[in-house]
């Protein structure tokens, strides 16, 4: 391991691209401790640590999660990349239902390209709209339940708070801009390992919140527990069913071609985690509702519901309801990334065929109903691994951003695992041994 | 003073925005991200995307130094 690590330092094309993403990775995070101007830092400090030392309104769970604590920090990247995901969901969501879209992705390279440019302007569009939202809300002083007399903003006229606005948004724009940079000259993929880093950022404090407010007993259970998971994690995003494919041999001039057989690999996870993100995103909805609509003096009905149920991570129905929301995207997600009818064409072209079953339609078939069965272990997996935070809420005591929490988890091993994988890759270039033997 | 930057970084940001839109996209969506997909790398970069390239850098330099002498002025 440690080999193979200083044999791609040695590598010079290689090491220039770690270095690169290193360097890249460390303006991000100087960029997310640094303070947008006008916000009093000091004030920001101490209301974050009585909220923490209470019980933090966990309003913001998911975007303070890929946020890496910038968010309620009110840095200048405070919004994080989550804009870019939120459009890229919205554009996912609606190339099923709008045809042109649709006609966009079928096109192939052109159109996905124009596809991630309009990805980009949705991008800049949400992140107006949240920064307005956010610098509103600190405006008000309903950032932090006990901000009223630490005023988060220096002065409240409205020249400092477009100012602020307006460096936000431009923070998201530099994040994705430099995202695409790690993507084009660095190692694996630039918004994967923005997020990666983000997680990575607030695990040692979240870790030693745990050794501090509960002991060295459940700190210790707490990270055998975790080896565990990241172990589990690892083995079932690995797993892989494989389908045997035989290759016809084809006589072209004097040569022999094909006769090879290799196979399918067909993931158990096929979405990654994907799934959770979507629905994470969506069950963030209502508590946005609540936060909106608590102030008026009428109590509605349904907001009352929704406050109940929905805003809080909890409640019997908002486990449910998350869980069937993974299930869900996990099946939705498969079928947008992998079209049975698709692969089963290209096979027939290049003559190839699955033993024992003949090529066209029942190809297709046989590869849905294999992939079919093979999601939904993989699906109920995703549900359960995103439930375990909950559960450790119940048992440990510990806080909403359990530091082993699922979808942290799932994130960190499914970005670190392919980005070792893209090392190794480039590495193979060169020799043969990689980091995963 | 205070005024005279806060305008200098509302310009800057709006021209950042900007810049970055008028990259090429490279990022793929969320479909590359988190292990899915092929990651194509294609080819080096044009005379046009390395002035790009330079023009946001210097954007980039004056937005961040526009930030930190903004929160510096307005210390209490």
């Not at chain 1, 101007?37 to 209301?47: D, H, I, L, Q, S």
């Not at chain 1, 569009?125 to 949240?130: H, K």
Request: proline share 4%; with cysteine.
């Amino acid at each position: 391991m440690l080999t193979a690590l200083t044999r791609a330092f040695r590598t010079p094309d290689l090491r220039k691209k770690l270095l690169f993403t290193l360097g890249i990775i460390a303006l991000f995070r100087l960029g997310s401790v640094l303070p947008t101007p006008g916000v009093n830092a000091e004030n920001v400090r101490t209301a974050l640590e009585q909220a923490q030392a209470g019980e933090l309104g966990n309003i913001y769970g998911m975007v303070q999660l890929f946020s890496g604590g910038a968010l309620l920090k009110l840095s200048v990247f405070a919004l994080g990349i989550m804009p870019y995901i939120t459009a890229s969901i919205i554009l996912q969501l609606l190339t099923v239902v709008i045809p042109r879209l649709e006609a966009l992705k079928k096109e192939g390279q052109a159109g996905t390209a124009k596809i991630t440019q309009y990805t980009r302007y949705l991008t800049i569009g949400l992140a107006v709209l949240q920064s307005t939202a956010f610098v509103a809300l600190a405006r008000s002083g309903q950032l932090f339940q006990n901000s009223a007399e630490l005023p988060v903003l220096l002065n409240d006229d409205i020249f400092t708070v477009v100012t602020m606005v307006i460096t936000m948004t431009a923070g998201t724009a530099v994040i994705m801009w430099l995202g695409e940079l790690i993507t084009d000259r660095g190692v694996g993929n630039g918004m994967s390992i923005l997020i990666f880093t983000q997680i990575i950022a607030v695990f040692p404090s979240e870790l030693m919140n745990i050794f501090r407010s509960r002991g060295w007993f459940t700190f210790a259970i707490v990270l055998i527990v975790g080896v565990f998971m990241v172990a589990a994690v690892v083995f079932v995003e690995q797993a892989q069913r494989r389908i045997p494919v035989q290759y016809a041999k084809r006589m072209v001039g004097r040569r022999m071609y094909g006769g090879t057989s290799t196979y399918i690999p067909l993931k158990v996870n096929h979405a990654g985690i994907i799934p959770v993100i979507f629905a994470s995103s969506l069950l963030y909805l209502p508590q946005l509702v609540v936060t909106l609509f608590a102030n008026s003096t009428t109590p509605n009905v349904v907001v009352e519901w929704i406050a109940q149920n929905l805003a809080t991570g909890d409640t019997p129905i908002y486990m449910a309801t998350f869980f069937l929301l993974i299930v869900f995207f996990t099946y939705f997600y498969v079928s947008i990334t992998f079209n049975p009818v698709e692969v089963s064409d290209n096979m027939k072209k290049y003559g190839g065929f699955i033993p024992g079953i003949r090529p066209g339609r029942p190809t297709a078939e046989y590869l849905n109903y294999v992939l079919t069965r093979l999601t939904a272990p993989g699906s109920l997996y995703l549900g359960v691994i995103s439930m375990v935070p909950i559960f450790a809420l119940a048992l440990a005591g510990a806080s909403q951003n359990f530091p082993f929490g699922g979808t942290s988890i799932l994130i960190m091993v499914g970005v670190g695992l392919d980005t070792v994988k893209q090392i190794e890759s480039q590495l193979q270039q060169r020799n043969y041994e990689g980091f995963l033997r | 003073m205070t005024i005279g930057i806060s305008i200098a970084l509302i310009l800057s940001s709006l021209l950042m925005i900007l810049l970055v839109l008028l990259h090429k996209g490279k990022g793929g969506g969320l479909t590359d991200m988190f292990g899915g997909g092929f990651s194509s790398s294609f080819g080096g970069s044009s005379v046009v995307e390395r002035n790009l390239d330079r023009l946001t850098i210097i954007t980039g330099t004056v937005w961040f130094v526009c930030i930190i002498a903004l929160g510096l002025l307005l210390k209490p």
